[in-house]
């Protein structure tokens, strides 16, 4: 059973800096391609960054340049480092593998 668990949201202000970790479990981390999305209040669920098995990432444009996506397969975890926030990347933050989610944890971008 494929188990996700996030950690790491709160609230913090313009251009301050987060970082997200999730946990892992149920399943081979290390041959997954593993994704971060996110879902801002009143929105759909926004594809933010993925982590391919190789390390290979890539970058919603909206985020690009400004948060880092990585993993630690011997630990099974997949982080999001994410600067100079903005108001607008308020959202409640997922991991994913394919279609299988966590619980998520919020993020707020507030002066």
């Known amino acids: 059973q494929v188990q996700l668990v996030e950690s790491g949201g709160g609230l913090v202000q313009p251009g301050g800096s987060l970082r997200l970790s999730c946990a892992a479990a149920?399943?081979?981390?290390?041959?997954?391609?593993m994704s971060w999305v996110r879902q801002a209040p009143g929105k759909g669920l926004e594809w933010v960054s993925d982590?391919?098995?190789?390390?290979?990432?890539s970058y919603a444009d909206s985020v690009k340049d400004r948060f880092i996506i990585s993993r630690d397969n011997a630990k099974r975890m997949l982080y999001l480092q994410m600067n100079s926030l903005k108001p607008e990347d308020t959202a409640v933050y997922y991991c994913?593998?394919?279609?299988?989610r966590g619980q998520g944890t919020q993020v707020t971008v507030s002066s």
């Open positions: 149920g399943f081979t981390f290390s041959d997954y391609t």
């Open positions: 994913a593998q394919g279609t299988i």
């Open positions: 982590i391919q098995r190789g390390g290979r990432t």
